[in-house]
T-cell receptor
Protein backbone atom coordinates (compact mmCIF):
# COMPACT_ATOMS: atom_id res chain seq x y z
CA UNK A 1 0.00 0.00 0.00
CA UNK A 2 1.32 3.43 -0.97
CA UNK A 3 1.63 5.93 1.83
CA UNK A 4 -0.27 8.64 -0.03
CA UNK A 5 -2.94 7.72 -2.58
CA UNK A 6 -4.71 9.87 -5.14
CA UNK A 7 -6.86 9.17 -8.17
CA UNK A 8 -4.70 9.78 -11.22
CA UNK A 9 -7.49 11.24 -13.33
CA UNK A 10 -7.74 13.00 -15.62
CA UNK A 11 -10.52 14.86 -13.89
CA UNK A 12 -12.44 16.84 -16.50
CA UNK A 13 -14.22 19.90 -15.12
CA UNK A 14 -16.31 22.47 -17.04
CA UNK A 15 -15.16 26.05 -16.65
CA UNK A 16 -16.88 27.67 -13.68
CA UNK A 17 -17.62 24.36 -11.95
CA UNK A 18 -16.11 22.94 -8.75
CA UNK A 19 -13.21 20.51 -9.00
CA UNK A 20 -12.98 18.04 -6.10
CA UNK A 21 -9.73 16.18 -5.48
CA UNK A 22 -9.23 13.48 -2.88
CA UNK A 23 -6.24 12.04 -1.06
CA UNK A 24 -5.85 9.32 1.55
CA UNK A 25 -2.79 8.54 3.64
CA UNK A 26 -1.62 5.60 5.72
CA UNK A 27 0.48 7.11 8.54
CA UNK A 28 -1.85 7.97 11.45
CA UNK A 29 0.94 10.04 13.01
CA UNK A 30 0.91 12.54 10.15
CA UNK A 31 0.24 16.09 11.26
CA UNK A 32 0.79 18.33 8.23
CA UNK A 33 -0.85 18.14 4.84
CA UNK A 34 -0.14 20.04 1.66
CA UNK A 35 -1.43 20.52 -1.86
CA UNK A 36 1.03 21.35 -4.62
CA UNK A 37 0.15 22.30 -8.19
CA UNK A 38 2.39 21.21 -11.06
CA UNK A 39 1.99 22.56 -14.57
CA UNK A 40 3.27 20.37 -17.37
CA UNK A 41 7.05 20.61 -17.61
CA UNK A 42 7.30 22.74 -14.49
CA UNK A 43 8.18 22.14 -10.85
CA UNK A 44 5.55 21.79 -8.13
CA UNK A 45 4.43 24.91 -6.26
CA UNK A 46 2.68 25.01 -2.90
CA UNK A 47 -0.92 26.22 -3.03
CA UNK A 48 -2.45 25.08 0.28
CA UNK A 49 -1.51 23.60 3.61
CA UNK A 50 -3.67 22.39 6.47
CA UNK A 51 -2.82 21.11 9.94
CA UNK A 52 -6.16 20.91 11.77
CA UNK A 53 -9.34 18.97 11.14
CA UNK A 54 -11.96 20.90 9.20
CA UNK A 55 -11.87 23.31 6.31
CA UNK A 56 -9.36 25.96 5.32
CA UNK A 57 -10.19 28.44 2.60
CA UNK A 58 -7.83 30.55 0.51
CA UNK A 59 -9.41 32.36 -2.41
CA UNK A 60 -10.98 29.81 -4.74
CA UNK A 61 -9.26 26.91 -2.95
CA UNK A 62 -10.58 25.00 0.07
CA UNK A 63 -8.64 22.24 1.79
CA UNK A 64 -10.52 19.78 3.98
CA UNK A 65 -8.90 17.46 6.52
CA UNK A 66 -10.34 14.51 8.43
CA UNK A 67 -7.60 12.84 10.47
CA UNK A 68 -9.90 10.12 11.83
CA UNK A 69 -10.62 8.99 8.28
CA UNK A 70 -7.05 9.78 7.12
CA UNK A 71 -8.46 11.82 4.30
CA UNK A 72 -7.61 15.23 2.86
CA UNK A 73 -9.30 16.94 -0.06
CA UNK A 74 -8.99 20.03 -2.21
CA UNK A 75 -11.89 21.93 -3.76
CA UNK A 76 -11.33 24.41 -6.56
CA UNK A 77 -14.31 26.70 -7.00
CA UNK A 78 -15.12 28.56 -10.23
CA UNK A 79 -12.55 26.47 -12.09
CA UNK A 80 -10.60 28.31 -14.79
CA UNK A 81 -8.59 26.93 -17.74
CA UNK A 82 -5.48 28.16 -15.92
CA UNK A 83 -6.27 25.63 -13.17
CA UNK A 84 -5.50 22.80 -15.61
CA UNK A 85 -2.54 21.07 -14.00
CA UNK A 86 -1.58 18.07 -11.90
CA UNK A 87 -2.37 18.46 -8.20
CA UNK A 88 -0.10 16.64 -5.79
CA UNK A 89 -1.13 15.75 -2.26
CA UNK A 90 1.77 15.71 0.20
CA UNK A 91 1.82 14.42 3.76
CA UNK A 92 4.49 14.97 6.38
CA UNK A 93 5.00 11.58 8.01
CA UNK A 94 5.91 10.81 11.61
CA UNK A 95 9.61 11.24 10.82
CA UNK A 96 9.24 14.70 9.29
CA UNK A 97 9.62 13.44 5.76
CA UNK A 98 7.28 14.76 3.06
CA UNK A 99 5.65 12.00 1.03
CA UNK A 100 3.83 12.81 -2.20
CA UNK A 101 0.96 11.09 -3.93
CA UNK A 102 1.16 10.37 -7.65
CA UNK A 103 -1.01 13.38 -8.44
CA UNK A 104 -4.41 14.01 -10.02
CA UNK A 105 -4.52 15.62 -13.44
CA UNK A 106 -7.23 18.26 -13.75
CA UNK A 107 -8.44 19.47 -17.14
CA UNK A 108 -10.74 22.49 -17.16
CA UNK A 109 -12.72 22.68 -20.38
CA UNK A 110 -14.00 26.06 -21.67
CA UNK B 1 19.37 33.64 -3.60
CA UNK B 2 15.93 34.34 -4.97
CA UNK B 3 15.04 30.71 -5.38
CA UNK B 4 16.35 27.16 -5.41
CA UNK B 5 18.94 26.82 -8.13
CA UNK B 6 19.77 23.50 -9.79
CA UNK B 7 22.40 22.60 -12.33
CA UNK B 8 22.71 21.33 -14.92
CA UNK B 9 19.18 21.85 -16.20
CA UNK B 10 19.70 19.13 -18.75
CA UNK B 11 22.21 16.28 -18.84
CA UNK B 12 22.57 13.58 -21.46
CA UNK B 13 25.04 10.85 -20.62
CA UNK B 14 26.02 7.40 -21.72
CA UNK B 15 25.19 4.32 -19.72
CA UNK B 16 27.95 3.57 -17.23
CA UNK B 17 29.16 7.15 -16.81
CA UNK B 18 28.99 9.07 -13.54
CA UNK B 19 26.94 12.26 -13.18
CA UNK B 20 26.80 14.95 -10.53
CA UNK B 21 23.77 17.15 -9.96
CA UNK B 22 23.92 20.30 -7.87
CA UNK B 23 21.38 22.12 -5.75
CA UNK B 24 21.79 25.57 -4.21
CA UNK B 25 18.91 26.11 -1.75
CA UNK B 26 17.30 29.35 -0.68
CA UNK B 27 19.56 31.14 1.77
CA UNK B 28 18.68 30.35 5.36
CA UNK B 29 16.64 27.25 4.56
CA UNK B 30 17.75 24.43 6.83
CA UNK B 31 15.86 21.57 5.20
CA UNK B 32 16.77 20.21 1.77
CA UNK B 33 15.09 17.41 -0.14
CA UNK B 34 15.89 15.50 -3.31
CA UNK B 35 13.06 13.88 -5.27
CA UNK B 36 12.98 12.06 -8.58
CA UNK B 37 10.14 12.27 -11.08
CA UNK B 38 9.88 9.96 -14.05
CA UNK B 39 7.74 10.92 -17.05
CA UNK B 40 4.07 11.09 -16.04
CA UNK B 41 4.80 9.84 -12.53
CA UNK B 42 4.65 11.31 -9.05
CA UNK B 43 7.55 12.44 -6.91
CA UNK B 44 9.78 9.69 -5.55
CA UNK B 45 11.52 10.67 -2.31
CA UNK B 46 15.30 10.20 -2.38
CA UNK B 47 16.91 11.99 0.56
CA UNK B 48 16.19 14.60 3.24
CA UNK B 49 18.67 16.85 5.04
CA UNK B 50 17.59 18.79 8.12
CA UNK B 51 20.16 21.16 9.59
CA UNK B 52 23.16 19.32 11.01
CA UNK B 53 21.25 16.10 11.66
CA UNK B 54 22.16 12.87 9.91
CA UNK B 55 20.33 12.81 6.57
CA UNK B 56 17.43 10.47 5.88
CA UNK B 57 18.74 8.43 2.95
CA UNK B 58 15.97 5.85 3.03
CA UNK B 59 14.77 6.73 -0.47
CA UNK B 60 18.03 6.28 -2.35
CA UNK B 61 17.33 3.44 -4.83
CA UNK B 62 20.79 1.87 -4.82
CA UNK B 63 24.33 2.35 -3.54
CA UNK B 64 25.19 3.98 -6.88
CA UNK B 65 23.49 7.09 -5.50
CA UNK B 66 25.25 9.30 -2.98
CA UNK B 67 24.69 12.81 -1.72
CA UNK B 68 26.52 15.49 0.18
CA UNK B 69 25.50 18.75 1.72
CA UNK B 70 28.37 21.11 2.45
CA UNK B 71 28.16 23.75 5.15
CA UNK B 72 24.45 23.18 5.53
CA UNK B 73 23.87 24.77 2.15
CA UNK B 74 24.79 23.44 -1.31
CA UNK B 75 24.00 19.79 -1.99
CA UNK B 76 25.22 17.43 -4.68
CA UNK B 77 23.64 14.20 -5.84
CA UNK B 78 26.06 11.82 -7.52
CA UNK B 79 24.97 8.83 -9.57
CA UNK B 80 27.72 6.38 -10.42
CA UNK B 81 27.63 3.97 -13.34
CA UNK B 82 24.37 5.39 -14.63
CA UNK B 83 21.69 3.07 -15.97
CA UNK B 84 18.82 3.83 -18.35
CA UNK B 85 16.31 3.51 -15.50
CA UNK B 86 18.02 6.48 -13.84
CA UNK B 87 16.58 8.74 -16.56
CA UNK B 88 14.22 11.19 -14.83
CA UNK B 89 13.90 14.76 -13.63
CA UNK B 90 15.74 15.21 -10.34
CA UNK B 91 14.09 17.87 -8.22
CA UNK B 92 15.64 19.64 -5.27
CA UNK B 93 13.56 21.55 -2.73
CA UNK B 94 14.39 23.56 0.35
CA UNK B 95 12.35 24.71 3.31
CA UNK B 96 12.62 27.02 6.30
CA UNK B 97 9.22 26.02 7.68
CA UNK B 98 9.08 22.25 7.88
CA UNK B 99 7.49 20.71 4.81
CA UNK B 100 6.54 23.96 2.99
CA UNK B 101 8.87 23.23 0.14
CA UNK B 102 10.19 25.50 -2.56
CA UNK B 103 11.34 23.54 -5.60
CA UNK B 104 14.05 24.22 -8.11
CA UNK B 105 13.45 23.84 -11.83
CA UNK B 106 14.95 20.37 -11.80
CA UNK B 107 17.77 18.59 -13.60
CA UNK B 108 16.58 16.42 -16.48
CA UNK B 109 18.84 13.38 -16.79
CA UNK B 110 18.79 11.21 -19.89
CA UNK B 111 20.89 8.06 -19.92
CA UNK B 112 21.42 6.64 -23.41
Amino acid sequence: QKEVEQNSGPLSVPEGAIASLNCTYSDRGSQSFFWYRQYSGKSPELIMFIYSNGDKEDGRFTAQLNKASQYVSLLIRDSQPSDSATYLCAVEDSWGKLQFGAGTQVVVTP
Amino acid sequence: GAGVSQSPSNKVTEKGKDVELRCDPISGHTALYWYRQSLGQGLEFLIYFQGNSAPDKSGLPSDRFSTERTGGSVSTLTIQRTQQEDSAVYLCASSADLAKLFFGEGSRLTVL
